[in-house]
């Protein structure tokens, strides 16, 4: 008993040190401060930009969207030259399911992989979770939609293309004072990041607007019977309901707010940007997005706008996919500026010699600036996309037949 | 707590109750039968409801024929899964026809992801179930309003069936003896299908009365009520149609009440709770038989 335990003992002290020495393949360089860091190289000719996105579970229908939107670029700018050599790109795609626990084994699988730079996730959640695993791989990865502030802080390989929360929030809680609203009543999901970080925000920035929250309530993921929470909010009477949810809560929310006989105006955050959701009974909800495939302003997304809806209508997937219409979706023309991040910075890498790995790119990355899809792209000190404005949209009695949202008004933050 | 928002708080729970109700059923009487937990029983309601919007959306049949058809496409379902995944283990142990269960809840699961894809499908409407009703400040729709009649009326039926008729009474005698009765010559065959036939028809029925009112149909939305409909089964006395219902009203209403208390983190950890409570003072549910050794 005592040998064998001994042995234990010796075998954990061994495996401590083969993975304390890191795992083979990854090169090592030395950070100013002493510290190992770890890289995936480039193999071949052939670069793996892995599409790390739930394509299941709650968050799927976004997710597979955002997924077209890298899809298309893929097409777009299949190959790309470093130093005079053509690399081909390559996509490895992966379901993080929508779940915290889903998305560490996802990640993990994409860097086993070998991918050196990651795109994703739709959904906040999943990608706070996995971003400790991409940053032990030193490998970059850059946000499509992920709006909560967490997904960059605190490490140096998240980026993201979108807005933040608290820009979004304020936004929101900007716009429904413009609308001369006073009492908002707020509803969000338990344990999401996205939800109840977006609610926070807009919550804080609608009392310092003067305003009141008369009613704050949470629900379950997975919940379908909003009943209770709707009657509480009914008895507190507000002139406007925000909810920041995802697109299943949405669908299941709205004609049970009609029920109630809540005539409050509602409000929502980005993920609402989806053809799913239109119905009689979300006529005059309001939320805020990225995108309007309808603005002409600027040149590079009306060519995007045109030929995606080509690629979307190649194929009766690609449709269904996007909830049976070819409206370009926000977080799709974000999926496809994230693409194109990654792309421009392989295109400066200047390797003259060096390895060309992981760790290369991101320095790249944190270099890039170029005029995307949603607008002009460079990132800050944190990673984050430097921008100011949003777009916010409506759904009127039109929507219900054509399908498209209306655009209202561009909205940005006294 | 006004009044109106008490009343309001009780139509709700009454509602999601009795559709709770006529899913426990389906749990119930299989298991009466096969002793068998059907995992797939909440897949099955979900794939109804696909099948509604195949039938209303895809082949714009109006809602009273697509009732029908969706009705019948869920009990073939329903049939087939049990001659196809249980029916050959019926002799072999109750653990391995468990498994098979729970397979083939996985499979109706991803293969709805695989066709239909994972976003979430409207439910079409039934303009018939989606009106407004107000009575004085109360205001509800149609549907909520008649759910808990509806599975009432069902129960009453349901009863009647298997009191009363002849295949009721095999029913009975094959959950009481499951050897004998085969010896006994009835036809084992036919009452597994009966049983069948109802829980589907139910589910198919339930389907329509939950998804009307929450009209967003994905792989998923099958798991969850599911789960909860198991519990209320197993809460009224797995095994029993009136303990099922009973079971499925409590669970829905004391969901309901503990979210409009402020706590709707908790209100499916006090549904399991109180599943844990009563099997404590009673193991075999409220209404469930005395475990009686047989000698």
């Given at each position: 008993?005592?040998?064998l ?5 010796v075998?954990?002290?061994l ?7 890191g795992?083979g ?12 860091v ?15 996105e ?20 893929n097409s ?6 470093i ?6 790109i390559?996509l490895?795609?992966v ?5 915290k626990?889903?998305?560490v ?5 994409l860097i086993?992989k070998?991918?050196?730079a990651?795109?994703?996730s ?8 996995a ?15 992920c709006?909560?502030p ?7 390989i998240?980026f993201?293309v ?9 936004v ?5 004072t ?11 999901q ?6 109840t970080?977006?609610a926070g ?7 310092e607007?003067g ?7 949470t ?5 379908s019977?909003?009943?209770?929470i709707?009657?509480?909010i ?11 949810s995802s697109?299943t ?6 004609p ?5 006989g809540i ?9 609402w ?5 239109i ?8 939320f ?20 995606f ?9 690609n ?27 392989l ?5 003259s010699?060096?390895?060309l790995n ?9 270099k890039?600036?170029f005029d995307?899809?949603t607008?002009?792209?460079?990132f800050?000190?944190?990673g ?12 009127t009695?039109?929507?219900?037949t ?5 655009f209202?008004k ?5 | 707590m006004?009044t109106t ?18 899913i426990?059923?389906?749990?119930t ?6 002793r ?11 794939m ?5 919007i195949?039938?209303?959306?895809d082949?714009m049949?109006p809602?009273?024929?697509s ?11 329903g049939v ?5 995944a249980?029916?050959?283990l ?23 992801t695989y ?6 499908k ?5 303009p018939?179930?989606?009106k ?11 549907v909520t ?8 009326g069902?129960l009453?039926?349901l ?7 002849k295949?009721?009474?095999a029913?009975?005698?094959v959950?009481?003896?499951f050897?004998t009765a085969?010896?006994?010559?009835i036809?084992i065959?036919t009452v ?6 109802i829980?589907?028809f139910?589910?198919a029925?339930?389907s ?9 149909v ?10 909860k409909?198991?519990?209320?089964a197993v809460f009224?006395g797995?095994?029993?149609i009136?303990?099922?219902v009973?079971?499925g ?12 208390a402020?706590?709707s983190?908790f ?5 399991f ?6 099997l ?8 469930g038989e ?6």
């Amino acid at each position: 008993m005592k040998k064998l335990s001994l042995l234990l003992v010796v075998l954990m002290l061994l495996s401590a040190f083969l993975t304390g020495c890191g795992g083979g393949g990854a090169a090592d360089e030395e950070k100013p401060d002493g510290s190992a860091v770890k890289s995936i190289a480039v193999e071949g000719d052939t670069i793996k930009i892995g599409v790390f996105e739930p394509t299941t579970g709650e968050n799927g229908g976004g997710g597979m969207q955002e997924v077209l939107g890298a899809r298309f670029a893929n097409s777009v700018a299949p190959t790309v030259a470093i130093d005079g050599k053509e690399y081909k790109i390559e996509l490895v795609e992966v379901d993080n399911q929508s779940d915290k626990t889903a998305a560490v084994t996802a990640a993990q699988s994409l860097i086993s992989k070998g991918v050196v730079a990651v795109i994703g996730s739709y959904g906040s959640g999943v990608s706070i979770a996995a971003s400790q695993t991409f940053a032990d791989a030193g490998v970059p990865a850059i946000g499509a939609s992920c709006t909560n502030p967490q997904v960059t802080l605190g490490n140096d390989i998240y980026f993201r293309v979108c807005f933040l929360d608290p820009f979004q929030g304020t936004v929101m809680a900007t716009y429904a004072t413009d609308q001369s609203f006073k009492n908002a009543a707020v509803i969000s999901q338990n344990g999401d990041d996205y939800s109840t970080g977006l609610a926070g925000y807009f919550k804080k920035a609608f009392t310092e607007q003067g305003g009141t929250i008369v009613a704050d309530e949470t629900y379950q993921t997975n919940e379908s019977d909003f009943n209770a929470i709707l009657t509480t909010i009914k008895s507190a009477n507000p002139d406007v309901v925000f909810i920041p949810s995802s697109i299943t809560t949405a669908t299941l929310i709205l004609p049970q707010i009609r029920a109630n006989g809540i005539n409050a105006q509602v409000l929502a955050g980005d993920t609402w940007e989806n053809a799913t959701i239109i119905s009689k009974d979300s006529v005059g909800v309001a939320f805020s997005t990225f995108f309007d495939e309808n603005d002409t302003s600027n040149p590079v997304a009306a060519k995007f706008v045109t030929d995606f809806k080509t690629y979307l209508n190649s194929d009766p997937k690609n449709i269904t996919y996007n909830a049976n219409t070819d409206t370009v979706a926000a977080v799709s023309a974000l999926g496809y500026d994230a693409y194109m991040a990654i792309y421009n910075a392989l295109q400066s890498l200047d390797v003259s010699g060096a390895e060309l790995n992981s760790m290369a790119i991101r320095d790249a990355i944190a270099k890039v600036s170029f005029d995307g899809v949603t607008g002009k792209i460079s990132f800050d000190d944190n990673g984050d996309a430097i921008k100011d404005t949003a777009y916010i949209k409506t759904i009127t009695d039109e929507s219900v037949t054509s399908k498209e949202f209306k655009f209202i008004k561009t909205q940005s933050v006294k | 707590m006004t009044t109106t928002a008490f009343l309001q708080y009780c139509l709700a729970g009454i509602s999601i109750g009795g559709i709770y109700a006529l899913i426990a059923i389906g749990y119930t009487m299989v298991y009466g039968i096969l002793r068998l937990i059907n995992f797939a029983h909440g897949d099955i309601f979900m794939m109804a409801a696909y099948f509604m919007i195949f039938a209303m959306v895809d082949f714009m049949i109006p809602w009273y024929i697509s009732a029908g058809i969706v009705i019948i496409s869920t009990i073939l379902l329903g049939v087939l899964i049990e001659k196809f995944a249980y029916s050959p283990l019926r002799s072999s142990p109750r653990m391995s026809i468990m498994i098979s269960a729970i397979g083939v809840s996985f499979l109706l699961q991803n293969l709805a992801t695989y066709l239909f894809s994972a976003l979430p499908k409207q439910y079409p409407s039934i303009p018939i179930l989606n009106k407004t009703l107000t009575f004085g400040e109360v205001s509800t729709s149609v549907v909520t309003f008649i759910t808990p009649i509806i599975t009432i009326g069902a129960l009453i039926l349901l009863m009647l069936i298997i009191k009363k008729t002849k295949i009721g009474m095999a029913m009975r005698a094959v959950s009481k003896d499951f050897e004998t009765a085969k010896l006994m010559g009835i036809e084992i065959n036919t009452v597994i299908s009966v049983t069948f036939i109802i829980g589907c028809f139910l589910a198919a029925l339930g389907s329509m009365l939950y998804f009307t009112p929450r009209p967003s149909v994905f792989p998923l939305a099958g798991s969850l009520p599911g789960l909860k409909c198991f519990v209320a089964a197993v809460f009224g006395g797995i095994g029993s149609i009136p303990g099922a219902v009973l079971g499925g009203f409590l669970i829905g209403i004391s969901e309901t009440f503990i979210k409009a208390a402020g706590y709707s983190e908790f209100s499916d950890v006090f549904t399991f709770v109180l599943l844990i409570v009563v099997l404590m003072f009673r193991p075999t549910g409220l209404f469930g038989e005395t475990l009686a050794e047989k000698v």
